[in-house]
């Protein structure tokens, strides 16, 4: 069971960056999957989550007008858009089974690190 | 929202001691929605307690987590070096307390 992230990415600020999210060893239409970020020395922070076999993508409300989240047979992908300096962070994939509401998050991406300079 | 509070920031012991890590939240927790994780440098967090109390998979028993109503615990009994880490607990999938950093003297 693996969730593989896409590379480090380098953005000017006001630029988009799109992250994948690639399964492998399970059946990915049964758990969701979530995005989330940690900036230098930070905490971790939930942003968002898609239901790869449904409809249903929620982003929080601090994120929700710069981000969008979609997915194919295999991957998710998450887009961030108008992006600053303080979107300087690694971003994780996560994904929770659809079973179960108490479950947390048992598999990780390696993370992808995104950094917004000028 | 459930604003979590973890304490103490920095826990410093010994190897075999056991380590006791709050989370402390603003309103009353369901206890089944909280979950703690272990993340070492450089590496994405692990799963280590869901349900409250929970052990993940592959979890080594000297992690345990509980409480109730607005208080819960993360202990880790007969602490190893490999245990030196930031522990997070979170809430409800969406809220993360902002860790406990675990050092092995």
């Known amino acids: 069971v693996q969730l593989l992230q896409s590379g480090a990415e380098v953005k000017s600020p006001g630029a988009s960056v799109k992250v994948s999210c690639k399964a492998s060893?399970?059946?990915?239409?049964?758990?969701?999957i979530y995005w989330v970020r940690q900036a230098p020395g930070q905490g971790l922070e939930c942003m968002a989550m898609?239901?790869?076999?449904?409809?249903t993508r929620y982003s929080t409300e601090k994120f929700q007008d710069r981000v969008t989240l979609t997915s194919d047979t295999r991957s998710a992908y998450f887009q961030l858009t108008s992006l600053t300096p303080d979107d300087t962070a690694v971003y994780y994939c996560?994904?929770?089974?659809?079973?179960?509401?108490?479950?947390?998050?048992?598999?990780w991406g390696q993370g992808t690190k995104v950094t917004v300079s000028s | 929202e459930n604003v979590l509070t973890q304490s103490p920031v920095t826990l410093s012991l010994s190897p075999g001691d056991r380590a006791t890590l709050s989370c402390r939240g603003s309103q009353t927790f369901i206890s089944n929605y909280l979950a703690w994780y272990q993340q070492k440098p450089g590496q994405p967090p692990r799963l280590l307690v869901y349900?409250?109390?929970i052990r993940a998979t592959g979890i080594p028993g000297r992690f345990s987590g509980s409480g109730s109503g607005t208080d819960f615990t993360l202990t880790i009994s007969g602490l190893e070096p490999e245990d030196a880490a930031v522990y997070y607990c979170?809430?409800?999938?969406?809220?993360f307390g902002q860790g406990t950093k675990v050092e092995i003297k």
């Open positions: 979170q809430y409800d999938t969406w809220t």
């Open positions: 898609i239901n790869p076999g449904g409809s």
């Open positions: 060893g399970y059946m990915f239409t049964t758990y969701y």
């Open positions: 996560a994904r929770k089974t659809i079973a179960s509401l108490t479950s947390g998050f048992d598999v």
């Open positions: 349900g409250g109390s």
